[in-house]
C-alpha cells in the first residue's frame, strides 16, 4: 500500500483504461479522485468500491478544467487521460469534432498540469502520467485530430518533465496500442465506413493487424505501469514516452 496518504486525481476515469488505473492505485491505498460521464448508480458504486470521491466535470474548456481541480484539491498524482476520438478522411473532418479532440485530449492536460503543479513543487513530490497512445509516435489514417492531439501529449509532457527535473515531480506518457475499452469499439462503425470493411476485417485488419503479438491490450496492464511510475524507485524516469502495443511500435 505504498500509495497510503498520497491523493490520485485520474481525467476520465469511470470507463475503460483511466477506470482501471484508478483500481490499481486505489488497490495501493491511494486517495483516488474519479471523473468523467457515466450512468450515475454505476458511478456511485465504483467509489464505494475503491473508497473514492468523483467530480464530473467537463473538460472540453478551461473553466471545466478549472472546477475539476478546484473540487479535486491538491493532488500528489494527476493522470491525464480523457480522450476522445474520430475516424475520418481529412477533407470531411468535421471541425467541431477537431476542436473537441484536441481540447480534451491535450489543452485539457495543460489546464490540469498548470494548476497541479504548484502543490506538487512546493511539497517535492509529484507524478503526472498523459495517457498518449502508439499514435503519439506513429500514424494511421483517417485519424488528423487524434494522431495530432496525441504528438502534441508527447511533446507537452517531455517539456514539463524537463522544467520539472529538478523539484521531484516526474512527467511521463504511456502510449497503449489498442485496448478493447468503449473508445475503440465506437470506433469500429466509422472505420467499417471510412474503409468499407466489415467489423471482423476492421477488428483483424485494422486493428490488431498493428500489433505483432495480435492481443488487445489490456486496461489492467496500463494501470500496473502507472502504478510503477509512481514509485520511488521510478524518480528517474521524466520525460520518457512508455509504449505498451504489443510491438507494434517497434516496427
Ligand atoms: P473510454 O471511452 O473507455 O473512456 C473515456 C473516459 O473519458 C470516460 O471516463 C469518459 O466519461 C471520459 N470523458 C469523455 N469525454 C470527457 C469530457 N469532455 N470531460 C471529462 N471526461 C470525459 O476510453 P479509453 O479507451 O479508456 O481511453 C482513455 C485514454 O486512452 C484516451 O486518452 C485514449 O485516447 C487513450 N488510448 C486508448 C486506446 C484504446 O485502444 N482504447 C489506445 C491508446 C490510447
Not at 95 to 110: K, Q, S
Request: some cysteine; aromatic content about 6%; charged content about 20%.
Amino acid at each position: 500500500m505504498f500509495l497510503g496518504g498520497k491523493r490520485a486525481l485520474i481525467t476520465g476515469s469511470t470507463s475503460g483504461i483511466g477506470l482501471a488505473v484508478a483500481r490499481a492505485m486505489a488497490a495501493e491505498g491511494a486517495d483516488v479522485i474519479l471523473n468523467g460521464f457515466g450512468d450515475e448508480a454505476e458511478i456511485a458504486s465504483l467509489c464505494e468500491e475503491m473508497n473514492a470521491r468523483h467530480v464530473a466535470a467537463d473538460l472540453l474548456t478551461a473553466d471545466g478544467c478549472e472546477a475539476l481541480m478546484a473540487e479535486a484539491g491538491p493532488v500528489d498524482i494527476l493522470m491525464n487521460n480523457a480522450g476522445m476520438q474520430h475516424v475520418s478522411p481529412v477533407e470531411d473532418f468535421p471541425v467541431d469534432r477537431w476542436e473537441a479532440i484536441i481540447a480534451l485530449n491535450l489543452t485539457a492536460a495543460f489546464h490540469t498540469t498548470r494548476l497541479a503543479v504548484p502543490h506538487m513543487k512546493a511539497q517535492g513530490w509529484g507524478r503526472i502520467i498523459n495517457t498518449a497512445s502508439a499514435h503519439s509516435k506513429t500514424a494511421s489514417p483517417f485519424k488528423s485530430a487524434y494522431n495530432a492531439s496525441k504528438h502534441g501529449i508527447d511533446g507537452f509532457t517531455k517539456t514539463i518533465a524537463l522544467e520539472l527535473a529538478q523539484t521531484g515531480v516526474t512527467a511521463n506518457c504511456i502510449s497503449p496500442g489498442y485496448v478493447w475499452t468503449p473508445l475503440i469499439e465506437g470506433q469500429i462503425p466509422d472505420t467499417m465506413k471510412a474503409r468499407n470493411l466489415s467489423r471482423d476485417e476492421v477488428i483483424n485488419d485494422v486493428l490488431l493487424a498493428k500489433q505483432p503479438t495480435k492481443k488487445f491490450v489490456q486496461p489492467n496492464e496500463i494501470g500496473a505501469l502507472a502504478v510503477f511510475l509512481c514509485r520511488e524507485e521510478a524518480g528517474n524516469v521524466t520525460g520518457a514516452n512508455w509504449s505498451i502495443d504489443g510491438g507494434w511500435t517497434a516496427e
